[in-house]
């Protein structure tokens, strides 16, 4: 019988960065995939702004970016009549301006999905061994107690099974998951919403797209309404057909004659050599699982929440789902935290997933996808999501609160105000390490990180006090002649502590503890904070 600690089931873009996490936090883990390899088509694009701290936190986020459009190419994003006709409106994403941008030391990419799982699989393979991954493998079968699951992995190709035992299950297997069916999970919200077509074409439309680089190109037409898709932002396109039942068109109706019919339409050029190379319709739903965690299985990703892809937040939202998770299954696989640290996983992603997926939906239903209505624009939110991005702000026995209220904003959707407060993003500050500019981002990874001002020392020795943990406590203090340094001067207001405060920010880059000056006895006050996160010590009300 194969043993192991951690089954994968599912090899896209989310399980592959679970595998990654995985096995950077020391964790050994098999993922199976039942295609033969990475996907073959485009699917999801973007890459928000966190997602790619996440991958410059697992070292691929360079490679990502030259897998993806060249930065600079997705300056905005367009309303038309056609490519070649009429300009309605063309607007910069709020994400892209100047404020929203020094929230973080990184930018958003647009990778289309199949060049980029390919390149989380080449360093899941290079971290965790080519073994780690088995495609053209499928997960058949699976029933767990209370010390795992038991069950069978088939060989797609040869047939053969292989009986395995995990201690963990990750369910990464997308939006018509078999493990969430099995387990008797409920859905929550809206299915089926509206339909749409994807058409993925070969076409040049340099000449109509050069002067105005933009991720998406709206045609809004009284008989179509459509997105053409950037991808490589010259002859690969994806093509997206809006609501085709409202035009009384059905799924089998869209030969790859019809689409090139309709992409000519759209491009305004009825001569243009199109070449279709791959059709797909779908139907759009906003659900959300009832719960993430069923015994020692976790669902992530499209398996625990489907949403519209209007704003871009599928991908995102499963990755930064498993970069929650990884950590946490780590700290229990290796003792030193209780079992119950994973029931945060549920506590912490579900509401979140919660308000995304409705945001989501209500970004589509406010360009008008249930109706054949032409030129409606969208709701202001859309692509200005920042609260969404960056202001998730968990409540959690893994969070030790300070009594310090949340950060007033005048809307969370579109708001993002730093803030160190327990359970929220450890805020981007620039510092020095050295002559090395550096972000505050780039410290947090497989570890957690204790950040104290100049006069921190005894906080920092009180780390060094605490000795080996999984996973591992780095301590730095912050302020001229320290570890790092703070040239701006930023760092205390932006963590919200004295110059002899302490702040623990956890794996994932989110806050568990707050200390805003120094203790009386700081390793104490340490210890019983990691007690805390880790479920070692019930979790303060």
Avoid at 131 to 159: H, K, M, Y
Avoid at 355 to 379: D, E, I, Y
Avoid at 380 to 386: A, K, T, V
Avoid at 464 to 481: E, H
Wanted: net charge negative; proline share 7%.
């Amino acid at each position: 019988m194969l043993d192991i600690p951690v089954l994968i089931s599912g090899g896209g873009p989310v399980g592959l960065t679970a595998s990654l996490l995985l096995s950077q936090h020391g964790v050994r883990s098999l993922l199976v995939e039942r295609h033969p390899s990475t996907a073959l088509t485009p699917k999801a694009r973007g890459i928000n702004a966190r997602t790619m701290e996440v991958f410059r936190q697992c070292g691929i986020d360079t490679a990502v970016r030259q897998a993806g459009l060249q930065e600079g190419r997705l300056g905005l994003i367009v309303w038309t009549e056609s490519l070649a006709g009429e300009e309605i409106e063309r607007r910069v994403p709020g994400r892209a301006t100047p404020k929203n941008m020094a929230a973080t030391p990184v930018r958003n990419c647009l990778c289309a999905q199949d060049d980029l799982e390919p390149v989380i699989r080449r360093f899941a393979e290079e971290a965790g061994g080519p073994e780690a991954l088995r495609f053209n493998t499928e997960l058949t079968s699976f029933s767990q107690g209370p010390d795992g699951v038991t069950g069978t992995l088939t060989d797609r190709t040869s047939g053969v099974e292989t009986p395995f035992r995990a201690r963990y299950l990750i369910a990464a297997e997308g939006a018509q998951s078999r493990v969430r069916r099995a387990l008797g999970v409920k859905m929550l919200g809206e299915e089926k919403v509206y339909d749409s077509v994807n058409i993925l074409f070969h076409a040049e439309l340099t000449q109509w797209v050069e002067h105005r680089p933009a991720a998406l190109y709206f045609v809004e037409q009284d008989d179509l309404r459509a997105t053409f898709l950037t991808i490589n932002g010259t002859d690969r396109w994806g093509f997206l057909i809006h609501s085709p039942k409202n035009f009384g068109w059905k799924p089998e109706d869209f030969t790859p004659e019809f689409c090139a019919e309709l992409i000519r339409k759209g491009v305004g050029v009825p001569d243009i050599d199109v070449t279709v190379l791959g059709i797909g319709p779908w139907e759009a739903s906003a659900i959300i699982a009832d719960r993430y965690r069923t015994g020692n299985v976790f669902l992530a990703g499209d398996a625990a929440h489907e949403m519209p892809p209007t704003g871009g937040f599928g991908l995102n939202t499963g990755v930064q789902d498993v970069h929650n998770l990884a950590w946490k299954i780590s700290a229990v696989l290796n003792g030193k935290a209780d079992d119950s640290l994973l029931d945060s996983y549920h506590a912490e992603r579900q509401p979140f997933g919660m308000v995304v997926t409705q945001n989501a939906l209500a970004n589509a239903l406010s360009m008008g996808r249930t109706a054949r209505q032409s030129k409606v624009l969208p709701r202001r939110e859309f692509l200005n999501e920042q609260g969404l991005i960056f202001g998730a702000a968990y409540e959690s026995s893994a969070v030790v609160p300070d009594g310090t209220p949340r950060v007033a904003v005048d809307d969370p959707v579109t708001d993002y105000v730093p803030s160190a407060r327990p359970g929220g993003r450890a805020p981007h500050v620039f510092l020095t390490r050295g002559d090395e500019q550096i972000s505050t981002v780039d410290l947090f990874g497989p570890h957690f990180v204790l950040l104290t001002g100049a006069d921190g020392g005894p906080w920092r020795r009180a780390a060094q006090a605490i000795g080996p943990m999984v996973p591992p406590l780095k301590a730095y203090t912050i302020g001229t002649g320290r570890d790092l340094g703070d040239p701006d001067g930023n760092w205390h207001a932006a963590y919200g502590v004295d110059s002899d405060g302490a702040v623990l920010v956890r794996p994932d880059g989110h806050v568990a503890w707050r200390s805003r000056s120094g203790a009386s006895n700081p390793e104490g006050a340490l210890r019983a904070a990691l007690d805390r996160v880790f479920g070692r010590m019930p979790a303060i009300a």
